[in-house]
């Protein structure tokens, strides 16, 4: 796993989450959320490098990033759907945030369409595939752990 990779995914995650949520963050030692402590979302890129980014945050984490982002009160009943399409507008940002640092600037890099995942995609991709860097964003009320897939040796 990649220390360096870590640490980028984290700083870029929490500037981004300041910046499209209003919400300031924490890195933690704790222990990463379980397939079914609340939603994950995932997107796929390709290019140099190719890989995914899987993001799975607690219930409490997505109501405030879904009313931050919609800008209403925390205490108004947000749908479902609006809180995954929050989810996944997050996702997509962070992704377009954290590939440049990443990449080759001179490289070409596609960005795939967001998309929540199930228990079980969430827990194949946990078990069968080489995480390249995870990070855990703390925040008042749960947090949100990220995790890197990386294709081949980048």
């Not at 984290?10 to 300031?24: D, N, Q």
């Not at 749960?142 to 990386?150: E, M, R, S, V, W």
Request: charged share 25%; with cysteine; hydrophobic share 40%.
């Amino acid at each position: 796993m990649s220390n360096k990779h870590s640490e980028i995914l984290f700083r870029v995650a929490s500037e981004t989450l300041e910046t499209l949520a209003f919400l300031f963050s924490m890195p933690s030692d704790g222990e990463m959320l379980s397939a079914d402590s609340g939603p994950a979302a995932s997107i796929s890129f390709s290019g140099s490098p190719t890989g995914r980014i899987i993001l799975l945050i607690s219930e409490n984490t997505l109501v405030q990033i879904a009313a931050n982002m919609l800008g209403v009160d925390e205490d108004e009943e947000i749908a479902v759907v609006k809180q995954h399409d929050a989810l996944k507008e997050f996702l997509n940002v962070l992704c377009g945030n954290l590939l440049p640092e990443l990449a080759d600037e001179k490289e070409t890099i596609s960005i795939g369409i967001p998309e929540m995942l199930s228990n079980d995609e969430l827990d194949r991709w946990l078990k069968e595939k080489s995480v390249d860097s995870k990070t855990t964003l703390c925040l008042d009320e749960g947090q949100a752990d990220l995790y890197l897939f990386i294709e081949g040796n980048y």
